[in-house]
Nanobody, 127 residues
Framework: QVQLVESGGGLVQAGGSLRVSCAAS????????MGWFRQAPGKEREFVAA????????TYAASVKGRFTISRDNAKNTVYVQMNSLKPEDTAVYHC????????????????????WGQGTQVTVSS
C-alpha cells in the first residue's frame, strides 16, 4: 500500500513559477513509477509528466514540455514537478500517482496504469 500526499499548490500570476511535491509512504519508493496528472473543472483528468523509478526516464505532455520538469528524490520518498512560465490554462488540481508495475512510455500517459493516487493540490494561474 502506498499513500501519496501532494503539497505546494497555490495562486500564481501568468508567467510565474511553482513547484508542487508529492510525498509517498513506504520503503520501496524507488520501485514505483510516478506520474503527475491534472484536472480542470468540467474536464477529464489529463497526463502532465511521468518519471521512472530510477529517475532516468521522463515523459511529458506536449502542452507542458519545455516549461515543466519532473524529478524525484528517492531518499526522501518525494516526487516533484517544477512549473515555469505558467499559463492560465495550467489551472487545475494536480494529482500524483504511483504504480509498481513495469511501465513503458505509452502506458505512462494513461490514468488506468496507476494504482495509487493522491488527493491533489490546487494550482491557480491568474492572467
Amino acid at each position: 500500500q502506498v499513500q501519496l500526499v501532494e503539497s505546494g499548490g497555490g495562486l500564481v500570476q501568468a508567467g510565474g513559477s511553482l513547484r508542487v511535491s508529492c510525498a509517498a509512504s513506504g520503503r520501496t519508493f524507488s520501485g514505483y513509477s510516478m506520474g503527475w496528472f491534472r484536472q480542470a473543472p468540467g474536464k477529464e483528468r489529463e497526463f502532465v509528466a511521468a518519471i521512472s523509478g530510477s529517475g532516468l526516464s521522463e515523459t511529458y505532455a506536449a502542452s507542458v514540455k519545455g516549461r515543466f520538469t519532473i524529478s524525484r528524490d528517492n531518499a526522501k520518498n518525494t516526487v516533484y514537478v517544477q512549473m515555469n512560465s505558467l499559463k492560465p490554462e495550467d489551472t487545475a488540481v494536480y494529482h500524483c500517482a504511483a504504480t509498481g508495475a513495469p511501465v513503458n512510455t505509452e502506458m505512462a500517459l494513461t490514468t488506468r496504469t496507476y494504482k495509487y493516487w493522491g488527493q491533489g493540490t490546487q494550482v491557480t494561474v491568474s492572467s
